[in-house]
């Protein structure tokens, strides 16, 4: 047997792969319904849809939480429970920010995901304390941003 070489796609209720084998050609093959199972559950541990979507904030840390600082920032990516955002500021995992909205609303929120860029900001994760499906002010948000 070669090496796999090949492209997974869904079709109805099963998870394919097209497999290149030298020497055989291309063919479909499925994946195990345990398999369906894993990537079906991945899907759906989702709580809520994700929209690429810039929006200015204001992120600063409570005292408790270390050195006090204001940034000014924007979003690359929100939902009902929190945020992917650009940072300056040095932050870390679990640590707890406040973040305010244009509108001055302000939300509690804890660092969940950290990615250094070689340059330019780190890229920082927040999840809302609770839910805020309204605090980002989208007129039409999804369906499963529900409070």
Known sequence: MGRFHGLRYIAG???YDMEWRHGYGCHPG????QQLT?????????RSQRIDLTVPVVVHRPLKEGPQFYERAQTLVVNAHGALMALA???TPKQMLFIQNIDG??????????????????????EFTRPAP??????????????
Do not use: H
């Open 30 to 33: 499925f994946m195990s319904d």
């Open 134 to 147: 309204s605090f980002w002010r989208i007129a039409y948000p999804p369906t499963d941003w529900t409070a």
């Open 89 to 91: 500021e040095r932050v």
């Open 13 to 15: 209720t099963r998870l």
């Open 105 to 126: 609303e302000q939300k509690e929120c804890r660092v969940v995901y950290i990615e250094k860029e070689l340059a330019g900001p780190t890229k920082v994760a927040v």
């Open 38 to 46: 894993n990537t079906k559950r991945w899907s759906k541990e989702r």
